[in-house]
């Protein structure tokens, strides 16, 4: 099935007043993004105040930041299920719920188990969030401001991040960890109750379920009555009438895979280039480089303000030089900046150099392959696999986030913290090639487009092409479960 998202039609022109609702229900939605961000950033001041409550040694310390991580892999991987089954709407009202219940647990937790039962719970909720917040902006965004509204997932996660560092700072003199831990139920309530009373199911849902005039309702808000009714007339021109989701087998089918393989390398990438070492261990790294530790959470806060700052330059970016060019600037940027970290270790540099190599990686994260991987989550899938295949990749984001938070002092106490940056660097080289080679552009362009460059890139690759299945002889073997993509209406730039 394809048409996943608001169609782009150059010679149409969404209302003024359609722009706006689109963004208003993107923003309340990215809520979601606020949540993950928080809840990664407040631990790390909560934790000093934990660890002599409740006595912790270094393992439990590890565990209750871990834990999150880990339920945030099962939740992003059963996510798809549940939207697909219930709808993206209820879904939302369900992830709240479980927000809620996690926070409170560990608000009032007065041992360690508690703690990283509540831990773990939250990480449920966060990371089903962070795999059904892409799918819905992706099906109620026109592709004119797809990039965009996207990106206000990643802006909001990365205020999340700040207002949590914000939070440790002010509540640090009262040690007051409970407060901190409290402080992020509000906006988990804001949306639930958006969710829940505000905005509307998503039209690619509604179609999918045969309920075409409910899905009209919705396109009408913001295509007007016109496009609304041009959109579906599309669809049915196009003789898409498989509507039911295909669930997990969708993702394996070969017409599907390269998307996966962009999806998951994509996932994989993003944590192997080290962001997380930065965002959670910043104030120690900052620490080692000799400034003292009120300075470092100061300069923690700085590392917040530039991510924030940069991915406020991405939303500018996006939806005019495309995906493809801020991904690869960025990670061009990332090696460039990581080698020059790792030697500032190395060779014992000022500690203020390391810190402007820290800010300045940090920036170039954040304008590109911080916001273009959620971005692009919610744009390479076909409508059938998009759950599912938002799913799979953020369950593999949260899984090596684990895997590299966990290795991370070890890793280093092992090779050393400059050689450690070189290997990020590395891996940010080899995926500058990959990107190069094999990731679609999808600025304003509908699925068909955007599928048809991705099996255009992997056809053209041997190893790549066996690993995804992908190429021009694939759309036949994935007839009998998958209606055909059809023929490409490219309308988006090359
Ligand atoms: C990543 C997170 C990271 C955040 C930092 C996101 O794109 O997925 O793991 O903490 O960026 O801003």
Known sequence: MSLPHIRHDSSSTIPRSGRRTAWLWSSLIAIGGFLFGYETGVIAGALLFITPEFDLSAFAQGSVVSALLLGAMLGALVAGRVADRL?????????????????????CANAYIPLLAGRFT?????????????????????AQIRGRTMTLNQLLMTIGILSAYTVNFAFSGMENWRIMLAIGIAPAVVMIVAA??????????????????????????????AGATAHLQGRDRDGLSTRDGFGWRSLLMPRVRPALVVGATLAAVQQLSGINTIIYFAPSIIADTGLDVSQSIFYSIAIGTINLIMTIVSIRL?????????LLSSLGAMTATLTFLGLSFVLEAHPTVSLALMVAYIAAFAVGMGPVFWVLVGEIFPNSARAHGSSASTAINWGTNFAVSLMFLSV????????????FALVCAGSFVFVTKYVPETKGRDFEAVDTELQRRFARSGPARALAGAGAGSASADAPEMPRIHAPSDSGPR
């Open 318 to 326: 996006v939806d005019r030089v495309g995906r493809r060019w801020l």
């Open 122 to 142: 939250l990480g449920i909720a966060i990371g089903a969030l962070s795999a059904t917040v892409p799918v819905y902006l992706s099906e109620v965004s026109p």
């Open 412 to 423: 280093v106490r092992a090779i050393g913290l400059g050689e450690t940056f070189w290997v």
């Open 196 to 225: 829940c009373m505000l905005l509307p199911e998503s039209p690619e849902w509604l179609w999918s379920r045969g309920k075409t005039e409910d899905a009209h309702r919705v396109l009408r808000s913001i295509l007007g009555g």
């Open 87 to 107: 709808g993206r709407r209820m879904t939302f009202g369900i992830e709240g719920g479980v927000f809620i219940v996690g926070a409170l647990t560990t608000v």
